[in-house]
């Protein structure tokens, strides 16, 4: 199974090559749309209160390079649940000190950063709706370099870098990502708590270490200037669950300039071809 992966990411990486050849546009994560009961708060809690703009499409977000979120008019409220397939979004910051004071000035409830074991120095709060939204900074705890941030922007300058998906068999979600042309750019255990987290993203970058489950790939990641989808693969979980209709909760998830698009029911990602 393991040659099958690496001879599937050889031929993303060819696929990639092709693309930038031809002066096409990378293919990206556009839109994550999310169903609440008030979009228009939810809309200017997420610029106002966490700097993002609006786009011509109706999204909000910190620029072109990254995903957009559009909200939808839901019926009855989000309640959050661990065995949903969304979980959070996490924004990345070169401070994230700063980001906690802007924040908990403005009257929100954050927790305190902390260091999680070698995953990242992180904290988490909600928006208005429930929706658990995550601070990572850049670096681990003790390794920002010491330089001037920002102080007008979140957290010096924050960019929405994470999509964090669930599911309890990772091996189908792998595959179509490497289909779509994704490239896998860590692999981090968290057997303590029960699950393994995976990342790709649509990127000709590559990560320090070929090692995915290298330590010194984490640092690395957080800094990328596109949004990544994470996948939380839950060991021993039964298959995750999407919300109701008229339910406030995730909806969808598109992708855009892809050449091969194979919908991926599982995790409600769809996609528009190049």
Request: with cysteine.
């Amino acid at each position: 199974m393991e040659n099958i992966h690496k001879t599937k990411e050889r031929a993303v990486c060819i696929f990639r090559t092709l693309l930038v050849s031809e002066g096409k546009l990378m293919p990206k994560i556009e839109t994550i749309t999310l169903r609440c009961l008030n979009p228009e708060a939810m809309r200017r809690f997420y610029i106002d209160i966490l700097g993002m703009d609006q786009r011509e499409d109706g999204a909000v977000s910190y620029g072109p390079a990254q995903a957009g979120i559009i909200f939808e008019k839901a019926e009855y409220p989000y309640r959050h649940s661990a065995g949903d397939v969304y979980w959070k979004i996490a924004l990345a910051v070169p401070n994230i000190e700063l980001a906690y004071e802007q924040l908990t000035t403005q009257g929100l409830a954050v927790g305190v950063p902390h260091q999680f074991r070698d995953i990242g120095y992180l904290a988490h709060f909600q928006d208005p709706e429930g929706f658990t939204i995550e601070l990572i900074e850049h670096w681990f705890q003790g390794n920002r370099p010491s330089i001037n941030h920002d102080p007008s922007r979140l957290g010096g300058g924050a960019s929405l870098n994470l999509l964090t998906l669930r599911t309890h068999e990772i091996n189908p979600i792998r595959d179509a990502c490497l289909t779509w042309g994704m490239r896998p750019l860590s692999v981090q255990s968290v057997e303590s708590h029960g699950f393994t987290l995976h990342f790709f993203a649509f990127t000709e970058d590559t990560p320090p270490s070929a090692d995915l489950t290298a330590v010194k790939n984490r640092e690395w990641l957080y800094q990328r200037p596109y949004t990544v989808l994470e996948i939380q693969e839950v060991h021993g979980s039964a298959p995750m669950t999407g919300i109701p209709v008229k339910t406030a909760g995730y909806s969808a998830t598109r992708v855009t300039g892809v050449d091969v698009m194979i919908d991926c029911e599982a995790l409600r990602i769809t996609g528009q071809r190049a």
